[in-house]
């Protein structure tokens, strides 16, 4: 079939008019959704400010300057107010850690001329082997005391009971020792009115001042300044330095390891010694 020149003129003619007419109806579909998106974000945008319409915030507060330059302080730094001799009479302190002792070995050693016997901690622990380690070192003439383990977050009055309610000083040679390690999540009031009521009561009931045990760092940290009429068992592990605190207080005895060995006692054992001029007699509970 034969079309004509005419014909091919109306074909073309109907394609083109069909095709703007197609493009003006995509252009207007789209126009209408672009407004309608438009018109939907104004409403959000409307929802938004009046729903969630945030505080203007206050001017900024400027506070007085002061009428003078605060005062300079100065760093703390932590040095020995007295240098310490060497030592010459050695020690140990012993608990149920170290199982059980032979003691008639311990004596040959000289090595443990004096001991500690731990005896309570906290407000009802007693150490299990703190009656059989007592009797057998006065048995053998070691010079012997006892210390007891403070915890910062029970009462003082209620360790108190718990130590002279197993607390012979009649079996004692040496001081009584207070040993404090640890601050507890307490105040620092509550720490401090703690252990300055269990350490005057054993002065008050005993008759003697005990002797506080503790750590270079702790001391540093939260004794400092406090205690200076005691005397003082420090620990630091370090046999070549010797204990240097930041206040002048006596420092008598130094545990200077906990790995240490003596004869009788099965695996290691904490250390110690007297410094200084101090000799066994400053150790010794007074007699009356």
């Given at each position: 079939?034969?079309?004509?020149?005419?014909?091919?003129?109306?074909?073309?003619?109907?394609?083109?008019?069909?095709?703007?007419?197609?493009?003006?109806?995509?252009?207007?579909?789209?126009?209408?959704?672009?407004?309608?998106?438009?018109?939907?974000?104004?409403?959000?945008?409307?929802?938004?400010?009046?729903?969630?319409?945030?505080?203007?915030?206050?001017?900024?507060?400027?506070?007085?300057?002061?009428?003078?330059?605060?005062?300079?302080?100065?760093e703390i730094r932590f040095y020995s107010v007295r240098p310490h001799k060497s030592p010459s009479i050695y020690g140990i302190d012993v608990s149920h850690?170290?199982?059980?002792?032979?003691?008639?070995?311990?004596?040959?050693?000289?090595?443990?001329?004096?001991?500690?016997?731990?005896?309570?901690?906290?407000?009802?622990?007693?150490?299990?082997?703190?009656?059989?380690?007592?009797?057998?070192?006065?048995?053998?003439?070691?010079?012997?005391?006892?210390?007891?383990?403070?915890?910062?977050?029970?009462?003082?009055?209620?360790?108190?009971?718990?130590?002279?309610?197993?607390?012979?000083?009649?079996?004692?040679?040496?001081?009584?020792?207070?040993?404090?390690?640890?601050?507890?999540?307490?105040?620092?009031?509550?720490?401090?009115?703690?252990?300055?009521?269990?350490?005057?009561?054993?002065?008050?009931?005993?008759?003697?001042?005990?002797?506080?045990?503790?750590?270079?760092?702790?001391?540093?940290?939260?004794?400092?300044?406090?205690?200076?009429?005691?005397?003082?068992?420090?620990?630091?592990?370090?046999?070549?330095?010797?204990?240097?605190?930041?206040?002048?207080?006596?420092?008598?005895?130094?545990?200077?390891?906990?790995?240490?060995?003596?004869?009788?006692?099965?695996?290691?054992?904490?250390?110690?010694?007297?410094?200084?001029?101090?000799?066994?007699q400053d150790i010794l509970i007074p007699q009356k």
């Open positions: 079939m034969c079309i004509s020149r005419n014909g091919y003129r109306v074909i073309f003619h109907h394609l083109f008019v069909r095709t703007i007419v197609f493009g003006i109806l995509l252009f207007a579909g789209i126009n209408v959704f672009v407004y309608a998106d438009k018109k939907h974000g104004k409403e959000i945008e409307k929802h938004y400010a009046q729903e969630y319409v945030l505080p203007i915030p206050d001017p900024l507060y400027k506070p007085d300057r002061p009428a003078a330059p605060v005062s300079y302080i100065p850690h170290q199982g059980s002792i032979n003691w008639d070995m311990v004596a040959t050693d000289p090595n443990a001329s004096f001991v500690y016997i731990k005896g309570t901690e906290s407000s009802s622990h007693v150490d299990d082997e703190y009656q059989r380690n007592i009797r057998e070192a006065r048995r053998l003439g070691i010079p012997v005391g006892t210390y007891h383990f403070f915890n910062p977050k029970a009462s003082g009055l209620i360790q108190f009971e718990n130590f002279s309610s197993n607390f012979d000083i009649k079996m004692q040679d040496l001081i009584p020792v207070v040993d404090v390690e640890h601050r507890g999540r307490v105040s620092y009031g509550h720490f401090h009115s703690q252990l300055k009521f269990f350490l005057e009561e054993v002065e008050r009931v005993y008759g003697v001042r005990p002797i506080i045990y503790t750590g270079v760092n702790f001391y540093n940290s939260y004794l400092s300044g406090m205690y200076k009429k005691y005397k003082f068992f420090i620990a630091r592990y370090n046999a070549e330095e010797q204990p240097e605190l930041c206040d002048d207080v006596p420092i008598v005895l130094w545990q200077f390891t906990s790995q240490g060995y003596v004869n009788g006692i099965k695996g290691h054992v904490d250390r110690s010694c007297l410094l200084d001029n101090y000799s066994l």
